[in-house]
T-cell receptor, first 116, second 117 residues
């Protein structure tokens, strides 16, 4: 089955600086890679996702890059703000031509701390 | 609020008791997923429904666990003879298939936190 590794487990950055979280996956058939933000006591919230036919996607301060050959994908947050403090999870899954899909396989999470 | 809802939000039970959780997906979402999340870990996939059909089960879903989605709308997850190792956050997510090969964008509910004493 799929295995997703995520690093670092904790990341502390100064407000206004950039943050980068990296993930690797093992199953070359995976073709969908979402990122979720989870605040204390809440369910994961989708912040951005990317499909395997795209190398990069950006949404305001958030961007995701994907290297299919190396099986790496990364989350980039620029101009970090205090409200960005949370746990971030990467995930991977496979969508099939018939419309079926595997459940998401998540990394272990990165606790992002924004220092004021 | 039109998001995924889960009830109850918290459940404390004694070992050996049965518990049942409910998930109401986003309206018209035809897919519904259950995940389990333990402290400091990412969610782990348990099972998945498309409409009322249960299409996949993880090996994590022991025979003490059963899930249903009888009318293709809300779903229930039952744990029989609970054990202390069942203590976790149980998350539900829903999605909708718009077209073949479309990403399966899953939206999560707030979860039900289970504590087994």
């Amino acid at each position: 089955g799929e295995n997703v590794e995520q690093h670092p487990s904790t990341l502390s950055v100064q407000e206004g600086d950039s943050a980068v979280i990296k993930c690797t996956y093992s199953d070359s058939a995976s073709n969908y890679f979402p990122w979720y933000k989870q605040e204390l006591g809440k369910g994961p919230q989708l912040i951005i996702d990317i499909r395997s036919n795209v190398g990069e996607k950006k949404d305001q301060r958030i961007a995701v890059t994907l290297n299919k050959t190396a099986k790496h994908f990364s989350l980039h947050i620029t101009e970090t703000q205090p409200e960005d403090s949370a746990v971030y999870f990467c995930a991977a899954s496979r969508t099939y031509s018939g419309g079926g899909a595997d459940g998401l396989t998540f990394g272990k999470g990165t606790h992002l701390i924004i220092q004021p | 609020d039109t998001g995924v809802s889960q009830n109850p939000r918290h459940k404390i039970t004694k070992r050996g008791q049965n518990v049942t959780f409910r998930c109401d997906p986003i309206s018209e979402h035809n897919r519904l997923y259950w995940y389990r999340q333990t402290l400091g870990q990412g969610p782990e996939f348990l099972t998945y429904f498309q409409n009322e059909a249960q299409l996949e089960k993880s090996r994590l879903l022991s025979d003490r666990f059963s899930a249903e989605r009888p009318k293709g709308s809300f779903s229930t997850l039952e744990i029989q003879r609970t054990e202390q190792g069942d203590s976790a956050m149980y998350l539900c997510a829903s999605s909708v298939l718009r077209e073949i090969w479309s990403p399966d964008t899953q939206y999560f509910g707030p979860g039900t936190r289970l504590t087994v004493l």
